[in-house]
């Protein structure tokens, strides 16, 4: 069996950086723990001060089956190249046509800049554009395929 897993971003804006994500992965806000009406009324009743309730966001995906996501403000800023990155499987992955595939990602390329995001190169295999490495506004690094 499994482990049931979650992935967690550092970063210094949770909440900007969270809705960036919902839009690249099709996510939604992670509703409050049952029992809250909010994630406000949640933080209040364990305590946490007003001045840090932004500094989490969380996601899920809505049909339940990836991981969920948190983003946490922390003070420090990103000093280098990812040494994890996400695969955005936009196109449909490898095993799709490049000729569904490819145009799928120039879509997803285009809507994502509009959204924040950089490119940071395009990579090529056998002669032909394969897939996009993007930096999320954060400069996070993640790959369209």
Not at 18 to 45: D, I, M, N, T
Not at 48 to 68: F, H, I, S
Not at 89 to 115: D, K, S
């Amino acid at each position: 069996m499994a482990t049931k897993w979650s992935l967690t971003i550092d970063c210094a804006y949770p909440a900007k950086l969270a809705k960036f994500w919902a839009l690249a992965l099709g996510y939604v806000e992670k509703p409050a723990p049952a029992g809250f009406e909010s994630w406000e009324e949640w933080l209040a009743h364990h305590g946490v001060p007003e001045d840090e309730w932004d500094d989490g966001a969380y996601l899920l995906d809505p049909d339940g089956v990836g991981p969920t996501l948190s983003f946490l403000k922390v003070p420090e800023p990103k000093l280098m190249k990812n040494r994890l990155h996400l695969d955005v499987q936009v196109g449909g992955g490898r095993e799709t046509p490049w000729e569904i595939r490819w145009p799928r990602v120039v879509e997803a390329v285009e809507r994502l800049t509009m959204a924040g995001a950089t490119v940071v190169r395009e990579d090529e295999l056998q002669g032909r554009p394969d897939h996009v490495v993007m930096a999320d506004p954060e400069g996070n690094e993640f790959c369209l395929v």
